[in-house]
């Protein structure tokens, strides 16, 4: 099979993406996916995207981690095809799409920004003072650090995401530092891809949702990753839940080019 495929990123977080709205790639498996996602003898990205056609939508976004399978909301995933939507000729003030989390919306910025709204929240579970559990689209555990670019991100993510309670369904681990008050850096390791990525939008997410600095009302979190920065915009209420979510960031278009896979 040959494919025609697009490489996006955001904030580091990168994504082979296929237009499928004609089928194209409806036979699609998770091997061949997988050997897509490979860095060394595929594409290489930390997942896949189609981009299919749905009714009542603009389009439909089906996400694959770079394991090969089908996984749930990806944020960044979600910004990039946006953009991919855009260069291939979908134009609107305000997208809307539908993703496996239910639908969204999105809108594109006169500098090229990409703003997708997330999923409300209705609640935070919280394991102890610095420990949260919260799904933002996609499962997140989130954990408060200090010195998170010197942290074991790798290892001590790894042994979060494969215990006991959470081994069979899997979840992703963000290790946070509060820079002030309204600025955090988040690391995260993915399932899916079993390892850190520079950046997770749905864990920035999570993480900007853990750290509210107005109890009532709007906030504004600048994230820090090592992909780079995104900013998280949301209305907190007074019983704890959050809506009008807003991830906000950078995505672009790598390269082009066609591949012929067995």
């Keep these: 099979m040959k494919l025609n495929f697009f490489k996006y990123q955001g904030t580091g977080n990168d994504f082979v993406i296929l237009d499928n709205r004609n089928h194209e790639y409806d036979a699609l498996t998770n091997e061949q ?3 897509l996602c490979d860095r060394r003898f595929g594409i290489g990205a930390d997942g896949l995207m189609l981009l299919n056609s749905a009714a009542d939508y603009d389009f439909e976004m089906k996400y694959y981690n770079s394991d090969g399978n089908t996984s749930t909301m990806c944020g960044n995933g979600g910004r990039c095809l946006v953009k991919f939507a855009f260069h291939r000729g979908i134009t609107r003030t305000i ?3 539908i993703a496996a989390d239910g639908s969204h919306e999105a809108e594109i910025d006169m500098d090229g920004t990409v703003s997708l709204k997330m999923k409300d929240v209705s609640t935070i579970e919280e394991l102890n003072h610095k420990d949260f559990l919260l799904d933002t ?3 997140h555990y989130v954990k408060m650090v200090s010195d998170v670019m010197d942290y074991d991100v790798y290892q001590k993510g790894h042994d979060i995401r494969f215990s006991n309670k959470f ?3 899997g979840v992703n681990v ?3 530092e509060q820079k002030n008050d309204d600025e955090i850096i988040v690391r995260t390791y993915e399932r899916g891809v079993e390892d850190e990525t520079l950046s997770c939008g749905t864990g920035v997410t999570a993480s900007a949702l853990v750290n ?3 109890e009532i009302g709007f906030n504004e979190v600048i994230v820090t990753t090592k992909g780079g920065k995104l900013s998280v915009e949301y209305d907190r209420h007074r019983e704890g839940s959050y809506s009008d979510i807003w991830l906000c960031g950078p995505a672009d278009m790598v390269f082009a ?3 012929e896979i067995n």
């Design 33 to 35: 996916v997988k050997f």
């Design 95 to 97: 997208y809307r799409f």
């Design 137 to 139: 689209g996609s499962p």
């Design 167 to 169: 081994a069979k369904q």
């Design 174 to 176: 963000n290790f946070v």
């Design 212 to 214: 509210f600095h107005n």
């Design 257 to 259: 080019g066609c591949i």
